[in-house]
């Protein structure tokens, strides 16, 4: 494991992000938070400078969010943030979708232990025009102050493993507890918001098959990329494709790149030559996804970290939901 993807595991095919460590048969948040090595706690510790005079001083509204196995200071905070502990939100994720309904497939933790998730595959299926998407439902927790707990669901198309939604950007499917106490108190309301009824997935389905019926020309990819990219020059609205065209419009070549790798996706991406989908609006989206989940190239230290974090939860995530936007009102 590399030093921001501290521990993780699986349990079915190597995810696409190639990280973790493989086991079999985590059928319970206890096993799963056991197998991922997320089986540690943190504490709210008071902080200390030393003032002018040498002597320790205590700082006033402020807490250090510390790891218990190692010490390590996690975030500093204000002193009314509760930490919502790894075990209670596997337990409280746990106790939410009961009855075997939900099986673990992946669970780790990203950026040094700042954020924790744990991901689980629900029964059953939906189809867009032959194109299957299996039903996933993701939990995740900070412990830097910059994620409350979050419960939400996110489709993923079969063939080709795309996270078509991975924000929970419907806040009406998504639940989500702040670090000021009383999450476990709040079941039967996550209950209540995630369902397991078939709304959300309903939903989706039929967006989904929606665009599938909706053609995309390629003269209409320019404002799809520009509505994505958000590109700080305007992409001429002539069909523009190639690379030294976009650049020519006078947009960096990195971001030329990556938009010229999108409009290729549109042709030649993974499952959207079938002729049910293919120059369809859902192709377009899956280019969009398809890039953001394999096709952007990550550099630095720890590209398969930045990977993950950006498809669920940074630049990439919200990127899917301004191409999605756009689709849908246009």
């Known amino acids: 494991m590399t030093a921001n993807v501290e521990t993780m595991f699986y349990n079915t095919m190597v995810p696409w992000h190639g990280l973790g460590t493989k086991l079999d048969n985590v059928a319970t948040a206890e096993e799963a938070i056991t197998a991922a090595q997320l089986d540690w706690e943190v504490k709210s510790m008071p902080l200390y400078v030393h003032n002018a005079k ?11 969010i510390q790891r218990r196995t190692d010490g390590k200071v996690l ?39 700042k954020r924790i998730w744990i991901l689980a595959k ?15 439902l993701l939990l995740c927790n900070g412990h830097d102050g910059q994620m409350a707990v979050k ?84 992409l001429p609205t002539d069909g ?18 990556d938009m010229a790798t999108v409009a290729q996706l549109f042709e030649t991406g993974k499952g959207l030559q079938e002729a049910s989908i293919r120059h369809t609006k859902y192709a377009a989206y899956n280019a969009v996804v398809e890039y953001v989940d394999y096709g952007r190239k990550y550099g630095g230290a720890d590209p398969a970290n930045l990977r993950l974090n950006n498809v669920w939860f940074g630049r990439g995530a919200r990127m899917k939901q301004r191409a999605l936007a756009h689709l849908l009102k246009n």
């Not at 939410?96 to 669970?107: F, K, L, M, Q, R």
Request: with cysteine; proline share 3%.
């Open 54 to 64: 040498g002597r320790m001083h205590q700082v006033e509204g402020l807490r250090a």
């Open 75 to 113: 975030s500093v905070l204000g002193e009314d943030y509760i930490p919502v502990q790894n075990s209670d939100a596997f337990t409280f994720f746990d106790a939410v979708v009961g009855n075997h309904e939900a099986h673990y497939e992946t669970a780790g933790s990203l950026n040094g232990g």
């Open 122 to 136: 629900v029964d059953g299926s939906i189809s867009v025009k032959g194109d299957e998407i299996h039903k996933y």
């Open 151 to 234: 419960m939400f669901f996110t489709p993923v198309r079969v063939v080709c493993q795309n996270t078509l939604e991975a924000t929970g950007a419907n806040k009406a499917n998504m639940f989500y507890s702040r670090h000021t106490g009383g999450m476990m108190s709040r079941m039967d309301e996550a209950r209540e918001v995630l369902g397991f009824s078939t709304d959300y997935f309903d939903q989706f389905s039929a967006m989904s098959n929606h665009l599938a019926e909706q053609p995309f020309l390629t003269a209409d990819m320019p404002k799809l990329l520009t509505a994505a990219f958000q590109p700080a020059k305007q």
């Open 240 to 257: 523009v494709l190639e690379l030294k065209a976009i650049t020519d419009a006078g947009i960096g070549s990195r971001v030329a790149h």
